[in-house]
């Protein structure tokens, strides 16, 4: 269907089959393998040096996630936690000052993430949500629109989270459990490159997967059809 937009997650092809996967594989029209101005454009990007490292380097410690790779694609296995992966991800590329910003809502675990951090030899920059001690009436929020309704409420505050980070010149930003919404206003105001620890899911431990992995049972009633 011409003119469809790209839609990879309902790609009809199987997965060894496909165009992005396989030199002459096949593509359904809307296919974004096939829009070669865009390559092009990428291949720009990466050609300049400090993307090309980040990319590369990114892409080494995807491959050493996996354990048994000499033994063939089928037996490889997973061996390494997230956040043992964003320790040796800033190691490799010499990142000195990581910046973790967190949800209060999780600050034992910022406690022990930035603990962990500098254990590992890395100047620790951490911002709570709450930084800048903001009322929640400053961005036009109504008493009964806050969670303890008729108290002072202070608002969370990515923007200042940025702030501080980007003040601190810290070499990667860490993400815990922001809110939605709230992480899309701090990755938009983050100069240095952002990864995310945890995404919150305030019911489902913040495994937000629970619920897709789940349509089919516990949360059908997600779907509309």
């Keep these: 269907m011409k003119n469809k937009l790209p839609d990879c997650a309902h790609c009809p092809v199987e997965p060894a089959r496909r165009l992005c996967q396989k030199e002459g594989g096949l593509s359904p029209d809307w296919c974004p393998t096939r829009n070669r101005d865009l390559i092009d454009r990428c291949l720009q990007i990466y050609g300049q040096p400090e993307i090309q490292e980040f990319a590369r380097v990114a892409s080494v410690q995807e491959g050493e996630g996996y354990g048994g790779r000499e033994l063939g694609y089928d037996r490889v296995k997973p061996v390494k936690p997230r956040i043992l992966e964003i320790i040796e991800f800033a190691r490799r590329m010499k990142f000195n000052r ?128």
Aim: a neutral charge; aromatic letters at 6%.
């Design 98 to 225: 990581l910046g973790l910003v967190f949800c209060v809502g999780l600050r034992n675990e910022a406690e022990a993430v930035g603990s962990l951090f500098a254990d590992h030899g890395f100047e620790v920059v951490s911002v709570s949500c709450k930084a800048g001690g903001l009322p929640k009436e400053t961005i036009g929020v109504r008493n009964e629109e806050k969670i303890n309704v008729g108290m002072p409420e202070t608002m969370c505050n990515p923007v200042m989270q940025a702030l501080v980070l980007n003040s601190e010149k810290t070499d990667l930003n860490v993400v815990m459990g922001l809110c939605v919404g709230h992480d899309s206003l701090f990755f938009k105001h983050s100069r240095a490159p952002c990864t995310v620890l945890a995404a919150k899911d305030r019911l489902l431990g913040h495994n937000p997967l629970a619920a897709v992995y789940t349509l089919n049972s516990y949360y059908r009633s997600l779907k509309k059809s």
